[in-house]
């Protein structure tokens, strides 16, 4: 609730949002974002606007939203809700969170309008992945409609179809000539961006790297400490128990202290990483850690500007934390290649003293920060593993018996659970949906071939029309069955629960308990030796929280009600 012209009225759920993009209250009022938008679905509208780059100002972002909002009341749309992200709309691997929600809020129904500024602001990925949404759309009898060029899908879908593949050339053309820049600038011994290491800065309009007075004191000190053979768990305890902070005002951690050691720029050189790839091999748009020196025709490191440590000094700390290793444990090992997973409550256990995660200290969960940071950072606490996750796999049972069977987090457990016990039919289901926006894709440039070129026979085009018709079709069936639910049943007995989590192993356990839960928070014991059942220690933050207001004897009825009226059905 808010309070406005001395009334209280309903707060809109995007008010964070549009406050943050420097609207203020009279302006949203103006403009109809002041209170929520209530009517049918064919008169309210999604609003998307997406950032880029950060230098796209938030002034331009603000006129976008009047451009639409204009548009919107000239056709008597309200704006249900704004959603903004800041993300790339070409890289296949980068998730659009806002984008997802914003389409899918169609595809329930709740409105039957999309508007976006630009083509380029909804995809530049191509009519591949374009086509696909506007086929969704028609479904539901919805559109999309982009307020610059004046294009409504429902009306112009060739057009839009047009636009969106040339927004992907553009993206493609845009990609190489920013990764050609790169690779000169590096060759030439020039920081081409990003965050510089802790104790350096970049010289504006140089592309050299120079001490920061601010940071580069502290920086030679720690790397003083590590060629003192001092332990990064050490250097982070010493730093944080002076009360140094980080640049970004924050405690040090060891991985904090190890990442710099491992830094090729720290000893100012130019640093050649890797990208990651995902499990197809394609590149992700993040790179492996360290890397290596670049090299010059005669072999030579590539000096970017000034270093805190010499490059042999980076060669002398590699080598003693190198010597530290053990092999088979987590300490330096890079031999052992991906480990398997063996707790359950790795990122959701939160100390109940600071409030920070707990982490897997072999038979133990312990405090990430009291172990990364040092006792300066938090008392710290810790707890048996297998005392915790046996308590933990009853409470988890018991809410998810208490659940109604039409809860979103039963479903969202189904889907987890589906996802886990067949990789194999989530691996297909990506693939298939690549090979559909390629094959609409090629489709679209045919059409393009045959009615703008001109020089195509057209029993030809009608034939390879005719074979990629089909091909859309098969995939698009294909999709479906994989999109198919999973079964519920186990989720609403006792019995078949339990032995779902008994035969789900640590995997498959930590992907149960993320979609029934944010965090759980382990309060401290009341003293030494304390017998306190961890069940009573324990805050829960569940997804579904209206389920705990409700008697388990009277859920338990209810969802075996709920199972015998769908096995007679």
Not at 76 to 92: D, H, N, T
Not at 385 to 401: D, N, P, S, Y
Not at 484 to 499: E, V, Y
Not at 503 to 509: F, H, S, Y
Request: proline share 4%.
């Amino acid at each position: 609730m808010v309070t406005f012209g001395g009334r209280m009225t309903m707060e809109r759920e995007d008010l964070p949002t549009l406050r943050a993009l420097g609207f203020d209250e009279d302006e949203l009022r103006r403009l109809g974002l002041w209170e929520p938008a209530i009517g049918e679905p064919i008169d309210l509208a999604e609003m998307y606007v997406r950032r880029s780059k950060k230098k796209d100002t938030l002034s331009s972002l603000r006129q976008q939203v009047r451009e639409m909002c204009g548009h919107a009341t000239s056709e008597g749309k309200k704006i249900r809700r704004l959603w903004f992200e800041q993300r790339s709309a070409s890289k296949a691997n980068v998730r659009r969170e806002e984008f997802e929600k914003a389409t899918g809020s169609i595809m329930e129904g709740l409105s039957k309008t999309l508007y976006v500024y630009k083509t380029s602001r909804l995809s530049r990925r191509g009519m591949g992945q374009v086509g696909l949404l506007l086929d969704e759309f028609d479904s539901q009898k919805a559109r999309i409609y982009i307020t610059a060029e004046r294009i409504d899908s429902s009306k112009s879908r060739m057009i839009l179809a047009i636009l969106s593949e040339q927004a992907r050339e553009q993206a493609s053309d845009l990609s190489q000539f920013i990764t050609l820049s790169i690779r000169a600038n590096k060759s030439e011994g020039k920081w081409t961006g990003g965050v510089t290491p802790y104790g350096l800065h970049s010289i504006k309009g140089s592309g050299k790297l120079t001490h920061n007075p601010k940071e580069y004191p502290t920086a030679r000190r720690i790397a003083v400490h590590l060629l003192e053979r001092k332990t990064p768990a050490w250097i982070a305890n010493k730093l944080n128990s002076e009360g140094v902070p980080t640049r970004h005002g924050k405690k040090w951690t060891d991985s904090g202290i190890t990442s710099l050691a491992h830094s090729v720029t720290w000893a100012g050189l130019v640093a050649n990483r890797e990208k990651m790839r995902d499990e197809h091999g394609n590149e992700l748009d993040k790179y492996h850690r360290g890397g290596t020196p670049l090299l010059d025709e005669k072999g030579h490191p590539i000096s970017v500007g000034q270093g805190v440590i010499t490059f042999a000094e980076h060669v002398k700390i590699a080598s003693i934390l190198a010597d530290r290793a053990k092999p088979g444990t987590s300490v330096g090992d890079r031999t052992r290649g991906k480990r398997e997973i063996v707790t359950i409550l790795t990122d959701i256990l939160r100390c109940g003293r600071c409030m920070g995660p707990m982490e897997n200290g072999g038979a133990i969960y312990r405090c990430q920060a009291r172990q990364r940071q040092g006792e300066s950072s938090c008392k710290g606490m810790a707890t048996a593993r297998t005392r915790i996750e046996k308590e933990m796999a009853g409470v988890w049972q018991t809410h998810i018996l208490s659940l109604s069977p039409e809860s979103d987090v039963i479903h969202a457990i189904a889907r987890k659970w589906l996802d886990y016990k067949d990789p194999a039919k989530e691996k297909r289901k990506q693939e298939v949906t690549a090979a559909l926006e390629n094959a609409a894709s090629r489709e679209l440039k045919l059409q393009k071939e045959f009615f703008l070129g001109g020089g195509m026979d057209e029993t030809l085009y009608d034939a390879l029309r005719r074979e990629l018709s089909e091909q859309i079709t098969a995939m698009k069936s294909e999709l479906k069955e994989l999109a198919k639910g999973a079964d519920l049943t186990p989720l609403m007995h006792p019995a078949a629960l339990a032995s779902l989590w008994e035969n789900a192993g640590p995997n498959g356990q930590r992907a149960l308990l993320r979609a029934a839960m944010r965090k759980i928070v382990l309060n401290s014991p009341k003293g030494p030796g304390d017998r306190t059942p961890l069940s009573k220690r324990m805050t829960i933050d569940w997804i579904d929280k209206a389920a705990d207001e409700t008697p388990l004897e009277t859920a338990l009825a209810h969802v075996e009600t709920s199972r015998k009226r769908r096995k007679s059905a």
